[in-house]
Structures are given as C-alpha cells and as structure tokens.
C-alpha cells in the first residue's frame, strides 16, 4: 500500500506561480510511476503530467506543456508539480496517483493510490 498526500494548493492571481507537492509513505516510492490529475467542478477528472518512478517518462497534457514541470525527489518519496503561468482554466482540485505498473500513462484508471486532492484557485 502507498499512501499520498498533497499539499501547496491555494488562492493565486492569475499569471502566478504554485509548487505542489505529493508526499508518499508505505512503500519504497521509487518503484512507482506518479501522475498527477486535475478536476474542475462540474467536469471529469483530467489528465496533467505523469513520471516514472527513475524520473524519466516524462509526459504532459497538452493544456500545461511549457508550463508546468512535473518532478520527483525519491529520497523525499515526493513528487512534485511546479505551476506557473496559471490561467483561470487552470482552477480544479489537483490529486496525485501512483501506480505500480512500469510505463507511462496518462488515463486515471492505471493508478492504483490517489491522494485527497489539493485545490488550486486562480483568479483572473
């Protein structure tokens, strides 16, 4: 078992910058690949940005390349999500997943432990 925990969220004017992070503990959290998701109100939860648990297999979602930086500390068993340029579309509650399984994957239902979600609110 893997738990996660998130942490960083909060209320930021529109241009702005947040540094999310993903505490794990349970296991040895190298061994797992991490992503995290986002989801607004209203609709379903959303790809953001996904790494192997080396640190390698880096992927984003379209909406937040050259924006967000996905990134790990193994000897912290943290990942972490560094946001900049936020835009009012960028509002949702924000959860970090692991999985156990090797690859890269960028669909919700590859990742066996979630967090509680951190909310993120820009204003415009």
């Known amino acids: 078992q893997v738990q996660l925990v998130e942490s960083g969220g909060g209320l930021v004017q529109a241009g702005g910058s947040l540094r999310l992070s993903c505490a794990a503990s349970?296991?040895?959290?190298?061994?797992?690949?991490a992503g995290w998701f986002r989801q607004a109100p209203g609709k379903e939860r959303e790809f953001v940005a996904t790494?192997?648990?080396?640190?390698?297999?880096?992927y984003y979602d379209n909406s937040v390349k050259g924006r967000f930086t996905i990134s790990r500390d193994n000897a912290k068993n943290t990942v972490y999500l560094e946001m900049n340029s936020l835009k009012a579309e960028d509002t949702a509650v924000y959860y970090c997943?692991?999985?156990?399984?090797?690859?890269?994957?960028?669909?919700?239902?590859?990742?066996?432990?979630w967090g509680q979600g951190t909310q993120v609110t820009v204003s415009s």
């Open positions: 349970g296991r040895t959290f190298a061994g797992y690949a």
């Open positions: 790494i192997r648990g080396s640190g390698g297999g880096i």
């Open positions: 997943a692991a999985t156990s399984r090797s690859g890269t994957y960028a669909y919700s239902r590859a990742y066996e432990y």
